[in-house]
Structures are given as C-alpha cells and as structure tokens.
C-alpha cells in the first residue's frame, strides 16, 4: 500500500483509488484492519471534523463539515463479508483493477459506495465551503451483528444534537443496472425459535406418549396457512417463512421428547414486531401447552414518503443517467432500519449482482458515475432553503 498521507491525498477525490486503497483493509466484520483510520484521514484533510467512535470491539466513525442547515447525511459501512470457500480468480483483497473493472471484496457491497460519496463530497467542498452541513456516519458492524455500529452511532448523535434533515445510505440498491431503483422502504424482520415439549415413548404405544413432533407440525401449519395481509400501498405481502425443524432424533420406533423450528418473518408497514409476536404466542399456546417461544426483531417495517430530497436524488440519477429509478421497499434489512428512527432515509449506490460472491466487482466508469450523482445531489440539496 502507499503511504497513508499519498493514499489520502489521492483518494480525497478519486473514488477508484479510494475504494482500492479500502478493499486493501482485509476488515471482515468486526475487523477493521485500518479501514476507519484510512477514512478518518481522508474525512480529515477535507475540513471535517471527525470523532472516533468505538463500541464493543466495533470501529466506527462520525465526521461533519458546516454547522448549519440544511444538513445532509451520507452513511455506509466498511466491513465485509468473509471471502468464502468459494475460488477467486484474483485475490480477495489485492484491490485488482483489470480492464476498467476494480476486484476485491467490498468492492459493490459497500467500500466502492462509501468511496463515491467521499469523493463527490471532495469535489464539491473543493470549489467553496458548505451552504449548510455534510455528515458521515460510517460503521463497522453491518454485515455482522449491528449491534455496536449504526444503532450506537445514532444514541451518540441524539445525544450530540446531531440530527440530519436527510440521510442517504451508499448500499448497493441497483439489481443489474445503475439507476434502477431508489430503497425508500425496507420491511421489518422477526426470527423466531420455536422449542415443543411432550412425553418420549414407543412409537407402537403413542397413547403412552405426547408427540411434540405432531403438535409442531399443526403450529407450523396454522402460521404458514395464515395470510398476513395483501400487502399496502408501498410493500408487497408479508411472508412467514419456515427456516429449519430439528428433532434429532436417530431412532425410528421412538416418540422424541422435544421438537423444535424456526422461522422468520419478513413484514411490512400493515404490522408490527410486537403484535406479530402476540399472535406467534396465541397460536403457539393454542396447541402446545408446553413450549419456549423466543424471538428477536431485527428491525421494524419503515418507509420515507417521496418528498423534496428523493426528488432531487431521481433528478441527479435521470441526468447522470437517463433512467428513472424505481422507488423500492423490497430485499432484506439493512442499516437505513436504525437511521429511520432519526431522519428521513432512503438508500442508493452500485449494481450489487455480485456482492458478497466471488470476484466481487465494480465497474470503473460505474463507480465514476455514482460519484458524479452523488455530486449533483449534494450541491442540489445543500442549494435548498429549508430554514
């Protein structure tokens, strides 16, 4: 690797040496492997100023530039997925760039992302100082537990007063194409681990015994054939989705003691984590007297109404692009889950067809791009007056 100052000179306004010099970091959550410490000094050089934050094992950071308003929020994460048993044909972590294509991994999901919205940040600062604020709230912990990353990040800044008017998330929302789609929504998910108790016996004798297998079964039954809803007007249907039912059980002429399964559910704005999990009790209760239910709800159903800033996000990707994206709620949770309970959200970055596989990759001219309308969108929305 260069020298940390020729990396953060050069970085500050060109994304592919930026996005190379972070996959460079093999940081495989929770590792950080100098990822933050390279950011930092970047986000420093610029102006900003920058607060180390560290939860648990977690490397995380805040910087801000401008003290006023309008004040707009990029947020991402550099931590990675491991590598995988997977081949690569390059390696993993080697930054590799070979014909306009930049290999490694985090290279979509999302150190490519977090490189684009620093050097468009760089650019724009480069030509006059902020009407207003630019944050960044870059975490260390999404691919892992997101326990001691975003969610902390977001106490601390209650507690600061740190509170964006807008915040956009770097993830990689474009199925093939860049341009295609704006996350605005993400559904909530609960995980439930489901233990059934009865009585071991002869299978020959079952009157002498209490099938907990039978009666996992039937609650199986019961919320899988249950229809949550018909989905609204921003989400598609929720769905009840069975993971795995374990009895471990070797022998074939015995009646086990305990089954057990589990299961998640994927929700939208018609439903809640708690009234959710009140209905997995009833049901639950209703044919297994004796059974442990635990669930745990990762993250609640939300959605950013088209307003003023998306709108002025749409217009940059049209010009720099000349698609319209669609707005999406889809696909799994991500960190804009915790940011929604403190601003307005949604979420925009790379084409992720290969994010977290072998090879992971981004295009050179797409990175360039997503810079370019990162950039438009800055100077749009810092140009808007919303004293």
């Known amino acids: 690797m260069d020298q940390p100052g020729q990396v953060a000179e050069l970085a500050a306004t060109d994304p592919v040496a930026l996005a190379a010099a972070l996959i460079r970091c093999p940081s495989v959550t929770p590792a950080d492997a100098g990822a933050q410490a390279l950011l930092a000094q970047v986000l420093e050089r610029l102006g900003c100023r920058v607060r180390r934050l560290r939860f648990g094992v977690v490397e995380n950071l805040y910087a801000r530039i401008g003290q006023g308003r309008p004040h707009l929020c990029f947020a991402g994460h550099t931590d990675v997925v491991p590598p995988g048993g997977a081949a690569w044909r390059l390696p993993p972590f080697a930054a590799t760039l070979e014909d306009g294509v930049l290999y490694g991994r985090g290279a979509c999901d999302m150190k490519g992302g977090v490189a684009a919205f620093i050097a468009a940040a760089a650019r724009h600062l480069a030509h006059a100082p902020p009407a207003g604020s630019l944050s960044f709230l870059i975490t260390g912990d999404e691919e892992g537990e997101a326990r001691d990353g975003t969610a902390r990040v977001l106490d601390w800044m209650r507690a600061e007063g740190e509170v964006p008017d807008f915040c956009l998330v770097a993830e990689p929302t474009?199925?093939?194409?860049?341009?295609?789609?704006?996350?605005?929504?993400?559904?909530?998910?609960?995980?439930?681990?489901?233990?059934?108790?009865?009585?071991?016996?002869?299978?020959?004798?079952?009157?002498?015994?209490?099938?907990?297998?039978?009666?996992?079964?039937?609650?199986?039954?019961?919320?899988?054939?249950?229809?949550?809803?018909?989905?609204?007007?921003?989400?598609?249907?929720?769905?009840?989705?069975?993971?795995?039912?374990?009895?471990g059980n070797p022998a074939s002429n015995v009646i086990p003691a305990e089954a057990r399964a589990a299961f998640n559910i994927r929700f939208n704005d018609r439903h809640d984590g708690a009234t959710l999990e009140a209905w997995l009790r009833e049901v639950c209760a209703a044919h297994a007297p004796d059974h442990t239910l635990d669930t745990a709800v990762s993250g609640e159903a939300f959605v950013?109404?088209?307003?003023?800033?998306?709108?002025?996000?749409?217009?940059?990707?049209?010009?720099?692009?000349?698609?319209?994206?669609?707005?999406?709620?889809?696909?799994?949770?991500?960190?804009?889950?915790?940011?929604?309970?403190?601003?307005?959200?949604?979420?925009?970055?790379?084409?992720?067809?290969?994010?977290?596989?072998?090879?992971?990759?981004?295009?050179?001219?797409?990175?360039?791009?997503?810079?370019?309308?990162?950039?438009?969108?800055?100077?749009?929305?810092?140009?808007?007056?919303?004293?």
């Open 304 to 387: 950013t109404e088209p307003g003023e800033a998306l709108g002025l996000l749409q217009a940059a990707i049209r010009a720099e692009t000349g698609r319209d994206p669609a707005l999406d709620t889809g696909g799994g949770t991500s960190d804009a889950r915790f940011i929604a309970k403190l601003c307005p959200v949604a979420e925009f970055g790379l084409v992720g067809a290969s994010m977290h596989k072998a090879d992971e990759h981004v295009r050179v001219d797409e990175l360039e791009a997503l810079t370019r309308i990162f950039g438009r969108f800055i100077a749009g929305f810092l140009a808007a007056d919303r004293a």
């Open 174 to 247: 474009n199925p093939a194409f860049l341009g295609e789609m704006i996350k605005i929504g993400r559904r909530g998910s609960l995980n439930a681990r489901l233990s059934v108790r009865g009585v071991q016996g002869h299978a020959a004798y079952p009157h002498r015994a209490d099938n907990p297998v039978h009666r996992l079964i039937t609650i199986l039954a019961a919320l899988t054939g249950t229809v949550l809803d018909q989905g609204s007007d921003r989400f598609e249907r929720s769905s009840l989705q069975v993971t795995s039912i374990d009895v």
